[in-house]
């Protein structure tokens, strides 16, 4: 079975920082298969949000991947995208589908076993638990590994994905740990897997 893959954004990430070029990327990376797009951009305000979130709709359509808000509910309600995920600290999935249109996904960060129970319980669609392996990312912060992985694919029926140091090699050991799939932002690099 192919792995579910999620593309979390940080344009400020690409040699192009502008929305145009993320966009591209997106694009990009829809045509070539990968089934989420996480827009991740922090830096931007609600309206640049909704902006640039009907504009990765747009770069998508046709293709199979869904686009979802990072932990911004109200801008992906009003954007009509595909669903949200919600970090760790975040409010619960239970809400989230209390006010969400039917077919809405809810993706959900966790970061132990127990938190995966809870989330399930709460209604996510899919979990995404890192970080696995260290990552430039969260620089000092020691992957959990994948024992950790299993541990929580184990405690749970939801589909889990990897994050965190995540590379074209290491995809298998996530697979082989029971892992859905894998979330990924410097993998992509300009939407072409390195």
């Keep these: 079975m192919r792995p579910i893959a999620c593309l979390i954004t940080d344009r400020l990430r690409l040699p192009d920082a502008s929305r145009e070029a993320l966009v591209s990327s997106v694009r990009a990376a829809a045509a070539a298969g990968v089934q989420l797009i996480q827009l991740r951009e922090r830096d931007l305000d609600g309206r640049a949000l909704f902006e640039l979130a009907e504009q990765v709709v747009g770069a998508v359509r046709g293709t199979s991947a869904r686009v979802l808000i990072n932990d911004r509910l109200d801008v992906a309600l009003a954007a009509r995208v ?17 006010m969400a249109p039917s077919g809405f996904l809810i993706g959900q960060s966790v970061h132990s076993a127990a938190d995966a129970v809870a989330m399930a319980r709460q209604g996510a669609d899919y979990l995404v638990f890192g970080n696995v392996f260290e990552t430039v990312s969260k620089p000092g912060k020691r992957g959990a590994g994948l024992t950790a992985l ?10 889990v994905l990897g994050v965190g140091g995540v590379t074209r090699e290491r995809v298998p050991q996530l697979m082989a740990a029971g892992a859905a799939g894998f979330a990924a932002i410097s993998l992509f690099g300009d939407s072409r897997m390195r």
């Design 150 to 159: 299993q541990e929580v694919v184990r405690a749970t029926p939801l589909p």
């Design 82 to 98: 595909h669903g949200v995920h919600l970090r760790a600290s975040s409010f619960p999935p239970s809400r989230v589908r209390a």
